[in-house]
């Protein structure tokens, strides 16, 4: 079965510390990826997403991601944590043949400390 | 560019009610999803309209449907209101030559009582 998964539900980091969110995948082939980020009564914006080439992703504010295909993993990375990161971060998969239908995984809370 | 917008922002509707959620895409965006996001949860596709016809459907009983008229905008109607549709609705728009360059609203919360 198709599945994403965000193995931490809940993530703490200091304020100039340096962050990395998990993502692993379970698909038939390898799948568009990406990540999106949510604040309170926001709506999902996309931080970067994958396709194909370099496996080494820039986003926006400062994030990068990671794709490791041997390993089925997409980790997000950000070097140092502003106090505005703290946000719901999500992994989301979708099929290469079927252009819009995303498959979530169920977040990442990262709260940012002082 | 007002991008994705959704209304209303809240909703409160009574079990076995019906509702319907409402979603203007982004300037330029012809194709519209919707999600449905619970609580704790990550968003679950619901289905894709496009050129006023739904292409795409997730795991969603029949009791979920759709609309999309001629401006591209889009309805979500939710029938027979359970206590497990409480949840926020995401409508995410893009164009269709574009590879997943989707932008989500902010969504609309609805709470079944």
Redesign the interface.
Known sequence: AQS?TQPDIHITVSEGASLELRCNYSYGATP?L?W?VQSP??????LL?Y?SGDTLVQGIKGFEAEFKRSQSSFNLRKPSVHWSDAAEY?C?V?PTD??????????TQVVVTP | DAGVTQSPTHLIKTRGQQVTLRCSPKSGHDTVSWYQQALGQGPQFIFQYYEEEERQRGNFPDRFSGHQFPNYSSELNVNALLLGDSALYLCASRASGEHYEQYFGPGTRLTVT
């Open positions: 994403v568009y990406f999106y009564g926001q709506g999902l914006q996309l997403k396709f999500f989301a979708g079927s252009w819009g239908k995303l498959q979530f995984g169920a977040g």
